[in-house]
């Protein structure tokens, strides 16, 4: 997930050392859009359009002459369309009328609709785009020299490869080259050496405006962006050749669908937008580790809030639908998800935060608590959930490693460093931390399981991910930091509990027939 950059905390990844802390494109089949400038139809004049320029989605019922009514009404409400999922029912709209929302409510064939923000479209706001800890040239020098003859040269340094038997899967599939992972992310570098033999530039795209934007290399996150989806494709699929890691299925194929805008926020609509593009171009899987913005969590009983969630609901399910497997990162706020209740004192953190008090089942963690997404927290080089892990019965799917400080878990050698140790724009390579980093895990186990099994439906993968995880039973008690004080309390039995779920993924057991 994404909750690592400063205040706000927005990708799920820690930042190194564990402080803890465009022109459309193609447009998927059965999408329509309009010009962002294009003018509102008659009558749209009798209302106010001097407001600030907000993104809104509007879920639409019915088919499609109910939509088509709903564009001319959205046209007269002073909006203008961006894109229209009609696929799902969900339409992508701008619009100065300070009162287009509850205006649009109002429309027959309208389920909700709501505003994707609390900033103006123009807002700029946070410049910190999380930090990594590069690999050090005398660290790579030891690896290559202690490299087997059938590793890439970094490979001693990833101990989470055998923590979930990867490198013995190796030794029986790569993986199959007609199964994509898309990374839908900030961005991936398809031209770094360990990524561009296995990228898919045909499943890859810019979704930040909520319209797909497939112009050559719009996907790459830019000179002043989060690194973050670079790191996560590597993990993923970083190809075995002799160059730098090894990815947990390194014969698959990766896209990088951009869903974060260039000040690191990741809005409805472009989310929306990459799950489309995702379910269109066959993807096989997706890697969800973020949040979607504004807020941290997203309650269904607010008009606003409420439209944010049926929108993305109906984008998963539909990607689901389509042959793909939705994993995602649990989040980097040591919280117990199953709670009554959880204080929220980040959101919105587009504007200005107020805390509050929510009940999860009501307001969920999103994409991550949705419907059918298979939820991943982080275990560490020992084995034991990261100190920094979101947790909670009934809510944690599945545990993978997504390393934490090495002063709790450190690894055992050759292994020097208790984070993981993946990819970065430019050919480089580096160490991160959060379920950011246990989520592509996740998703590299269910390519290498859908890969020995071509023909296995969403659910089937799924529930072979499951029965296939390494039972793990709660740490009980759980002193991460070994300060006498229990830092979280795990709820449930050894095969299904709040830390650790249906247990640790088994790379070796998905390349078995």
């Known amino acids: 997930m994404a909750h690592l950059r400063s205040g706000r905390a927005r990708i799920l990844a820690l930042p190194a050392g564990l402080a803890l802390t465009a022109s459309l494109g193609l447009l998927p089949a059965a999408a329509s859009a309009a010009p962002l400038d294009e003018a509102p139809t008659a009558g749209a004049a009798a209302v106010a359009t001097n407001g600030p320029k907000m993104s809104y989605v509007v879920n639409v019922t019915g088919g499609h002459s109910t939509a088509k009514a709903v564009k001319k009404a959205i046209a007269a409400a002073g909006g203008t369309v961006v894109i229209a999922y009609d696929q799902i029912g969900v339409i992508v709209v701008h619009s100065q009328n300070p009162d287009f929302a509850k205006t649009i409510r109002q429309v027959r064939g309208v389920k909700s609709a709501g505003a994707t923000r609390t900033a103006p479209l123009a807002a700029q706001t946070t410049t910190d785009i999380g930090a990594e800890q590069p690999l050090s040239a005398k660290e790579a020098r030891a690896a290559a020299d202690r490299a087997d003859a059938d590793q890439d040269p970094f490979e001693p340094l990833q101990w989470d490869l055998p923590a979930i038997k990867a490198d013995k899967a190796h030794e029986k599939s790569l993986g199959s080259k007609k199964v994509t992972v898309a990374v839908l992310d900030t961005g991936v570098d398809d031209t770094h050496p360990d990524l561009a033999p296995n990228f898919d530039r045909a499943a890859s795209a810019n979704c930040v405006t909520g319209a797909p934007d497939t112009t050559d290399g719009s996907w790459r996150p830019g000179p002043t962006e989060s690194d973050h989806g670079t790191h996560v494709a590597g993990t993923i699929a970083a190809a075995k050749n002799g160059v730098g890691i090894t990815g947990v299925a390194p014969g698959v194929k990766v896209s990088g669908i951009k869903v974060s805008n260039p000040d690191g926020f990741f809005y409805t609509e472009s989310v929306v937008c990459g799950f489309i593009w995702a379910a269109e171009h066959g993807v096989e899987v997706t ?163 859908k890969s020995t099994r071509p023909y296995a439906s969403p659910a089937a993968v799924k529930a072979l991910l499951y029965k296939q995880a390494d039972d793990t039973a709660c740490t009980d008690p759980y002193d991460i930091n070994g300060d006498g004080t229990v830092d979280a309390v795990c709820e449930g039995g050894k095969r299904d509990n709040g830390f650790y779920g249906k247990g640790m993924t088994d790379a070796l057991d998905a390349v078995r027939r």
């Open 287 to 449: 890697n969800n580790s973020y949040y979607v913005d504004p807020w941290l969590y997203t309650c269904k009983n607010d008009l606003d809030q409420g439209a944010l969630v049926e929108a993305l609901q109906r984008a998963t399910r539909y990607a689901e639908r389509k042959g793909a497997v939705n994993v995602a990162a649990a989040g980097n706020a040591r919280t117990d998800l199953a709670a009554d209740e959880i204080v929220d004192k980040t959101s919105p953190n587009d504007t200005t935060p107020v805390e509050r008090v929510v009940d999860p089942e009501v307001c969920p963690d999103v994409p991550t608590m949705l419907d059918g997404v298979v939820t991943v927290s982080a275990t560490g080089a020992k084995g034991l959930k990261s100190s920094y892990s979101n947790y909670g019965l009934g809510v944690v799917d599945i545990a993978a490693p997504g390393g934490d400080s090495t002063a709790f878990q450190p690894p055992e050698a050759p292994a020097t460093n208790g984070l993981i140790l993946s990819t970065l724009p430019g050919g480089k390579y580096g160490y991160k931390a959060g379920t950011s980093m246990a989520s592509p895990h996740v998703a590299g186990v269910a390519a290498l399981i």
